[in-house]
C-alpha cells in the first residue's frame, strides 16, 4: 500500500484553512497567514 502523508495548515485559532497543500503552494499559505495575524496584532 502507498499513501502520502496529509498535510493540515492550521490558522492561530485552530481552524484548518488549507489541507495537501505541498511546494510553493505551501509556502504562500503559511505567507499569507502571517500576514492575517501580523495584521491581528498576534505575534
Known amino acids: 500500500m502507498n499513501a502520502f ?3 493540515y495548515i492550521l490558522d492561530a485559532d ?3 484553512r488549507a489541507k495537501n497543500v505541498r511546494g510553493e ?3 504562500k499559505k503559511v505567507d ?3 500576514v492575517e ?3 491581528r496584532g498576534t505575534d
Open 5 to 7: 502523508p496529509t498535510v
Open 14 to 16: 485552530g481552524v484548518i
Open 37 to 39: 495575524l501580523k495584521a
Open 25 to 27: 503552494g505551501l509556502g
Open 32 to 34: 499569507e497567514l502571517l
